[in-house]
């Protein structure tokens, strides 16, 4: 079974996990594992109709284990873009609401974010 590009960008955001870490980056850490969390949950395969959640996690073969969507790298551009466009959009509301520091740090986000675009 691939893996798709899903896992190959979790593969390079924890390794450049581990290095925020040891270097003691706490901003960069957290901002890593948020990507890595919106990649999982882009990957989540969406419930069947009619079925609700706690639905998902009873499994009659015995598996813990649901099936994954294969992202492709397009897919995983797009979540990442939104992760940006999600940050930058909050750092012009602390502009709006004067708190150039919170804002400043958004961005910061943003701009560390955009270096897994290439």
């Known amino acids: 079974m691939g893996h ?11 390794a450049d996990l581990r290095v925020a870490m040891k270097e003691r980056r706490a901003d960069d850490a957290r901002l ?6 919106a990649i999982d949950n882009a990957e989540a395969a969406p419930l069947p109709v009619g079925r609700k959640a706690a639905d998902q996690h009873r499994f009659p073969d015995g598996s813990a ?11 995983v551009s797009a979540v ?10 909050a750092a012009d509301e602390m502009d709006r609401l ?11 986000e943003a ?8």
Do not use: D, F, N, W
């Open 80 to 89: 990442l873009m939104a992760q940006i466009e999600e940050r930058e959009r």
């Open 4 to 14: 798709g590009a899903g896992h190959e960008m979790k593969t390079r955001l924890r």
């Open 98 to 108: 004067g708190k150039p520091g919170r804002a400043a740090a958004l961005r910061a």
């Open 65 to 75: 284990e649901a099936e994954r969507l294969l992202l492709s790298p397009v897919q």
């Open 32 to 37: 890593i594992r948020s990507l890595v969390a």
């Open 111 to 118: 701009l560390l974010a955009r270096r897994y675009l290439e």
